[in-house]
């Protein structure tokens, strides 16, 4: 009964093709994000849903697009893909109201050959 | 902007030694901070957590204080194990509907036995 589940958990690819990772949660959560993670470990915001509604987009590539086809889902979709996308891909997920506590996946390693 | 600094890695101690891992923090309203741990090759849990001033949180033998004044958050442990052995992150929200965690560069910290 994982709280936060990604889906894979390692994806390798060559450039240039479209992949997808999905990401699921079981907490009755209203709020989804994605972060990725780098090499040096450093982590940042890409997208955040609220309620199937994009509320945050931080100037990722539009070859990165979410989506969320009910409030428990938020897919990452990426096409064309570069060496530069190798990363930790990680989901969360919040409750409603106020700055609680995100809930993360486990990650899923994308390295792009 | 907002942003959170942390102490550069990697830190090294011995099996029962002091832990303090420094962080300071810059926002524009009132944030709450947390401590997120990420073990080797596993996703990010929430370590500790505070949301106002003074505020005190602990778990797992940790603490940090949210020091207004100081704009501080440090971690610390009195006295580490090797299952410690981690990449610590310090992060801070906003309240918004949106939340976006906004994290430190991460500190590895690593215990000998």
């Known amino acids: 009964d994982t709280a936060v589940s990604q889906t894979p958990k390692y994806l390798v690819t060559q450039m240039g093709n479209d992949k997808s990772i999905k990401c699921e949660q079981n907490?009755?959560?209203?709020?989804m994000y994605w972060y990725k993670q780098d090499s040096k470990k450093f982590l940042k915001i890409m997208f955040s849903y609220n309620n199937k509604e994009l509320i945050i987009n931080e100037t990722v590539p539009n070859r990165f697009s979410p989506k969320s086809p009910d409030k428990a889902h938020l897919n990452l979709h990426i096409n064309s893909l570069e060496l530069g996308d190798s990363a930790v891909y990680f989901c969360?997920?919040?409750?409603?109201?106020?700055?609680?506590?995100?809930?993360f996946g486990p990650g899923t390693r994308l390295t792009v050959l | 902007g907002d942003s959170v600094t942390q102490m550069e890695g990697p830190v090294t101690l011995s099996e029962e030694a002091f832990l303090t891992i420094n962080c300071t923090y810059t926002a524009t309203g009132y944030p709450s901070l947390f401590w997120y741990v990420q073990y080797p090759g596993e996703g990010l849990q929430l370590l500790l957590k505070?949301?106002?001033?003074?505020d005190k949180g602990s778990n797992k033998g940790f603490e940090a204080t949210y020091r207004k004044e100081t704009t501080s958050f440090h971690l610390e442990k009195g006295s580490v194990q090797v299952s410690d052995s981690a990449v610590y992150f310090c992060?801070?929200?906003?309240?918004?509907?949106?939340?976006?965690?906004?994290f430190g560069s991460g500190t590895r910290l690593s215990i000998r036995p």
């Open positions: 992060a801070l929200t906003l309240y918004s509907s949106a939340s976006k965690i906004i």
């Open positions: 969360a997920s919040r409750g409603a109201g106020g700055p609680d506590t995100q809930y």
């Open positions: 505070a949301t106002k001033a003074d």
């Open positions: 907490l009755g959560h209203d709020t």
